[in-house]
């Protein structure tokens, strides 16, 4: 019978199931693919059901630069490392290029550290792929290629080769990849981001899928040597609050022998790259002779700022970020989140359209009302980005905080919490409205206001 791209007419019933031999196709095997396919095959073992799952991903993840890179910052926050040790997945040092304990934030009215809450050093920095392109040591190893070896473990195949086509034959999807025929799928599992063109493939199906709205953001590597780096950024990110057009977010991020460059924004682009590196408070933190124009890799990827309403379909399922994903911060967590959530409800709620429904729109619902909060939290640092006396309150604030401990530390775990993506932005918003971080707030901005004109002086220990 000859493959066809139309979608199926009439929904399914809502009856339709994963039974023993079922097949599954992941595409993608970033973070959100190999997450589902490691918990779909333990849940069916815990269910007693075998099941077949195909990994399609082109990408070679132990290859350096744009050949196994996913274009990402690489920030693993806390509650991720907590809850994969919990799953029985335990990061080697291998993995995780630098411990992160700090972030000292910079401005160009002083800078300010922030240590991590209990002084624990659970948040990493690693390199998706093996490293930019110019690595000449394999000193640590792909977080995606080990994740992609975790779901292998488990049983999951994978097939290296890109996606070419896809398409419906009586109510089952099907794929076809490069250099194979076509393949039926009793479910179809969409992991490969918004970057990829294959998204395109999607959306010429009638399921009514259009891909996430963007936003493009930059990010450049420096190779500077591992003991340099610990001379220059230690084993803090830094996060700048500049007053520059287009920019929300920049950040230097410490790996192992190299620097990642992350910027966020509108319209961002390489001209708004050079006018960050050419400011006095990044050539402060990078080493004495360090040349902006001189970077191991570059990219200007996009990221989704905004989920698609209805990811799924009848034995269809979008994850990660080009389902819906978390705003700005934390989207391998979402990845993590999302992934676990569809593989319960497809082993255990069904693969029809009505079954997903039930059982996975639930947490992408929870995202994307958590995402509208963080809209909310991310005024207050644009407010304080362009605004003088304000971010002079906030260094002031952060710094008589960082002095104390437990819970008069609130601005310092909000800042903390946003720059890590640690913690939900419910959580966030809801101590921002706390009355003692408003009156401390409140105190740093009267204080800050009776001596403006006056210079802070720079407050950051080694």
Excluded at 117 to 143: T, Y
Aim: charged share 25%; net charge positive; proline share 5%.
């Amino acid at each position: 019978m000859p493959m066809t791209t139309t979608a199926p007419q009439t929904h399914a019933s809502g009856n339709l199931r994963l039974v023993d031999g079922s097949s599954v196709a992941v595409i993608g095997a970033g973070p959100a693919g190999s997450f589902f396919s490691y918990f779909v095959l333990q849940l069916c073992e815990h269910a007693g059901l075998a099941l077949e799952v195909d990994l399609y991903e082109a990408r070679d993840f132990l290859q350096p630069g744009p050949q196994g890179c996913n274009m990402c910052g690489g920030i693993i926050s806390e509650s991720l490392v907590q809850n994969l040790a919990v799953e029985g997945i335990n990061l080697p040092p291998s993995v995780v290029q630098r411990g992160i304990d700090s972030y000292v934030l910079h401005t160009d009215v002083g800078s300010a550290r922030i240590e991590l809450p209990l002084h624990e050093m659970r948040i990493g920095a690693v390199h998706r792929g093996a490293g930019p392109r110019d690595v000449a040591e394999r000193k640590w190893q792909s977080f995606d290629r080990y994740l992609l070896e975790q779901s292998l473990a488990r049983g999951a195949k994978h097939v290296a080769a890109r996606v070419e086509d896809v398409g419906w034959q009586n109510g089952r999807p099907w794929l076809k990849a490069r250099g194979a025929e076509a393949r039926l799928y009793d479910l179809m599992v969409v992991a490969t981001g918004v970057n990829s063109p294959t998204l395109k493939l999607f959306e010429k199906l009638d399921v009514g899928y259009r891909r996430p709205e963007t936003t493009k953001t930059l990010i450049w590597e420096y190779r500077l040597g591992e003991n340099v780096i610990s001379e220059s950024l230690g084993n803090s990110m830094h996060v700048f609050l500049l007053d520059l057009p287009r920019l929300e977010f920049a950040a230097l991020i410490p790996k192992g022998d190299y620097v990642t460059l992350c910027l966020l924004g509108e319209d961002i682009d390489s001209a708004l790259g050079d006018e960050f590196t050419g400011t006095p408070q990044v050539r402060a933190v990078m080493p004495p002779g360090w040349k902006a124009s001189e970077r191991s890799c570059q990219c200007l990827p996009r990221i989704n700022v905004k989920g698609v309403d209805q990811p799924y379909a009848d034995r269809l399922l979008f994850i990660g970020d080009c389902g819906i994903t978390r705003l700005y911060k934390d989207g391998i967590g979402a990845a993590y989140r999302t992934a676990k959530s569809a593989a319960r409800a497809a082993v255990f709620g069904g693969i029809s359209e009505a079954a997903f429904r039930r059982h996975y729109r639930p947490v992408c619902r929870t995202v994307a009302r958590d995402n509208v909060l963080g809209r909310i939290t991310f005024r207050f640092t644009r407010l304080v980005q362009h605004n003088r006396l304000l971010r002079k309150a906030l260094l002031r604030a952060v710094r008589a905080e960082q002095r104390q401990s437990g819970e008069a530390r609130r601005l310092s775990g909000i800042l903390w919490d946003m720059f890590s993506g640690t913690a939900p932005y419910r959580d966030i918003f809801g101590r921002m409205l706390h009355p003692g971080f408003l009156l401390r707030l409140a105190w740093a901005v009267a204080a800050s206001a009776g001596q403006e004109g006056l210079p802070l002086k720079a407050e950051v220990r080694s």
